[in-house]
T-cell receptor, first 115, second 112 residues
Framework: DTGVSQDPRHKITKRGQNVTFRCDPI?????LYWYRQTLGQGPEFLTY????????KSRLLSNRFSAERPKGSFSTLEIQRTEQGDSAMYLC?????????????FGSGTQLSVL | DAKTTQPNSMESNEEEPVHLPCNHS???????IHWYRQLPSQGPEYVIH???SNVNNRMASLAIAEDRKSSTLILHRATLRDAAVYYC?????????????FGKGTKLSVKP
């Protein structure tokens, strides 16, 4: 399978715990994005990387959230001290940077439930 | 970011064409029009994009108004597998922002 892979598919945690999600992009892609989606809403941008550099973060991104892409390949998204409002689907996407024809390829997401 | 407006939902019959509209009256000259769709329990997938001319690919066609203030995604023969939420998104050519801004999209239902 050469698509975007996310792990785990589902995560249930208690409020106050830390969680970490992993994303493995398509191998030749240099850009990697994180989005969050709640029921009935479109995906909401969180942050993106070009290679290992984090180029943009949403203003809505709490300081409890941190993302890394240490070698420009896989990425991790950590949420510290989870809150019930963090319950959502966390989507990862990757792409080849292209000024006109960039297409994002999404994974199937990690569904987080905070109890 | 330029905004788009789409109907919340649409219905279609199987094997009939579907025209999904999108209004983007504040589009700028450097904005590309992108369409993505999201099937149930999956991440979004790219459908098509264009700038000024109509575009065709194996999934769909994109018809862009001459003034570029609206566009229509055309599925030539809807199948049950086309039931999804369709997102119309504007993306600035070469812009500093790397991300796509998704709205709520149009939920397409396909009846057998």
């Amino acid at each position: 399978d050469t698509g975007v892979s996310q792990d785990p598919r589902h995560k249930i945690t208690k409020r106050g715990q830390n969680v970490t999600f992993r994303c493995d992009p398509i191998s030749e892609h240099n850009r990697l994005y994180w989005y969050r989606q709640t029921l009935g809403q479109g995906p909401e941008f969180l942050t993106y990387f070009q290679n290992e550099a984090q180029l943009e973060k949403s203003r809505l991104l709490s300081n409890r959230f941190s993302a890394e892409r240490p070698k420009g390949s896989f990425s991790t998204l950590e949420i510290q001290r989870t809150e019930q409002g963090d319950s959502a689907m966390y989507l990862c996407a990757s792409s080849l940077a292209d000024r006109a024809n960039e297409k994002l390829f999404f994974g199937s997401g990690t569904q987080l439930s905070v109890l | 970011d330029a905004k788009t407006t789409q109907p919340n939902s649409m219905e279609s019959n199987e094997e009939e064409p579907v025209h999904l509209p999108c209004n983007h009256s504040t589009i700028s000259g450097t904005d590309y029009i992108h369409w993505y769709r999201q099937l149930p329990s999956q991440g979004p997938e790219y459908v098509i994009h264009g700038l000024t001319s109509n575009v065709n690919n194996r999934m769909a066609s994109l018809a862009i108004a001459e003034d570029r203030k609206s566009s229509t995604l055309i599925l030539h023969r809807a199948t049950l597998r086309d039931a999804a939420v369709y997102y119309c998104i504007l993306r600035e050519f070469g812009g500093s922002q790397g991300n796509l801004i998704f709205g709520k999209g149009t939920k397409l239902s396909v009846k057998p």
